[in-house]
């Protein structure tokens, strides 16, 4: 009977102490959840990684690479992830590899510099700016009204719907054509050339050159672009 008793006893605390050591970890895994609430393909773009980790899923479960190993390595982006921690923060993530594919796996956004082609852009806003040109005299109206309305809270989504909504009123085919250019060119790559128009396009040098926190810039390129029509 007693060691019946005594075994209960041993099993009750085993029990209790198990119970009491195992919350603490259990509090910690949900610390730690994180919550992939979107993912999508991004336009192929190299960057470079200046600290932090790479995870080998959006989930931040395990981390794969130190970016510290890495300081000169080309990185190219091909998804992003938004991610919700269990405490509610939000950050963005982006899928990269190196250029042979063999460095791999998600790291923020923010630990991301990008690398541009001043030259390229330089070019690419040249275009826009000559398709713009060469639309018929209302349809440039329009466009210039578009740009004119976008202020600094504006977003390059919503550029990008005012135009789209233009390219689907209008009858005149060559028009939708170049309107539809004028979008699949800003959309591609509209936080760089966000960039140009907002530090000043004729002080820029061709050459590739490190860019930090490219984000909702298009009041600059909305300025940008309607100083260069005008």
Not at 118 to 135: C, E
Not at 186 to 198: H, M
């Amino acid at each position: 009977m007693k060691h019946s008793i005594m075994t209960t006893w041993i099993v009750g605390l085993a029990i209790l102490f198990g119970i009491g050591l195992s919350q603490p970890t259990t509090v910690s895994a949900k610390s730690n959840a994180v919550k992939v609430t979107n993912t999508q393909s991004l336009t192929k773009a190299p960057y470079r990684a200046v600290s932090g980790y790479l995870y080998s899923s959006a989930k931040l479960t395990k981390k794969v690479h130190n970016a510290d190993n890495y300081p000169l390595t080309t990185f190219y982006a091909y998804k992003s992830a938004n991610i919700r921690r269990a405490n509610g923060n939000k950050a963005v993530y982006y899928y990269v590899k190196n250029g042979n594919g063999k460095v791999k796996g998600w790291i923020w956004s923010g630990h991301l510099v990008r690398l541009i082609n001043i030259s390229q852009q330089r070019k690419q806003v040249n275009q826009i700016i000559g398709l713009i040109d060469t639309l018929s005299t209302d349809n440039k109206n329009n466009v210039i009204s578009i740009l004119d309305l976008m202020n600094q809270q504006s977003t390059l989504p919503n550029l990008l719907t005012q135009l789209n909504n233009l390219a689907q009123s209008i009858n005149n085919n060559p028009d939708i054509v170049k309107l539809n250019q004028i979008i699949q060119m800003i959309k591609s790559d509209g936080q760089t050339l966000n960039y140009l128009f907002s530090e000043g396009i004729n002080k820029l040098y061709p050459k590739i050159v490190t860019i930090h926190h490219l984000n909702n810039r298009v009041f600059a390129l909305a300025q940008g672009l309607l100083d260069r029509i005008n």
